[in-house]
């Protein structure tokens, strides 16, 4: 992946690239005022045209201006911006290459971190889960900030729109950053929603089915104001 710094946006106007950076750094920090991650931990780009904009390297998110915008193309090739990107850059670009995906979000959320490390999949205890296209599960671990992590976080995201990726983190994407990111908190909530009802000694959560999650995948579909 090299990295070269061009006086370009690759097609997407200066507005467009100001008003998404401008959304993708109030995302970040909710992430970290949300409790989804601490410090620099976590990451999140948003797609603009053909560009990516990503947040940068251990850079606090409060301390990110309109002037350290960074973007770089599909390929990982720097278009704007002399910062260095996320070093979770290969699952981000890796994400906008196999979908459609408008933007993600990663995280450190501590309860599904802790999911992580318990189970292959989180057990559908809500039907929120249908939400994410189904059961979400666990991309083996592999360290940080490789291809072999990209590839397993893809996998595991075959036909779902989050996963957890073992004692690590979260990922997910949506159309837009507002919807990436709701996604990851409703993950981060069923999480801890499972870890709480499994810890009451002598009981075991009850589980919806495949048929009941199809049943709220289609209810959903007409969730939401109409115009």
């Given amino acids: 992946m090299t990295e070269q710094r061009h006086d370009t946006t690759a097609g997407a106007g200066r507005e467009a690239v100001a008003r998404a950076w401008d959304e993708l750094v109030a995302t970040a920090r909710r992430t970290v005022t949300d409790g989804l991650v601490v410090g620099t931990s976590g990451n999140v780009s948003v797609r603009v045209g053909d560009t990516v904009l990503v947040t940068p390297s251990g850079v606090a998110y409060d301390k990110l201006t309109p002037a350290d915008v960074l973007g770089v193309d599909l390929d990982g090739n720097r278009l704007i911006g002399g910062l260095a990107p996320t070093s979770e850059l290969p699952m981000h670009l890796a994400i906008y290459r196999a979908t459609g995906a408008g933007a993600v979000v990663h995280t450190h959320a501590v309860h599904a971190t802790a999911v992580s490390t318990l189970v292959p999949e989180l057990p559908s205890v809500h039907y929120m889960t249908a939400a994410l296209g189904g059961p979400v599960r666990v991309a083996p671990y ?86």
């Fill in 142 to 227: 592999a360290l940080y900030g490789t291809d072999e992590l990209a590839e397993n976080m893809l996998h595991a995201l075959r036909d779902r729109s989050a996963c957890l990726l073992q004692n690590h983190g979260t990922i997910a994407y949506g159309d837009t950053l507002s919807q990436a990111f709701d996604r990851t908190a409703q993950l981060e909530w069923m999480c801890r929603l499972w870890l709480t009802a499994s810890a009451v000694p002598g009981h075991a959560p009850s589980l919806l089915s495949l048929d009941q999650l199809r049943e709220t995948e289609e209810k959903l579909k007409g969730y939401g104001q109409r115009t």
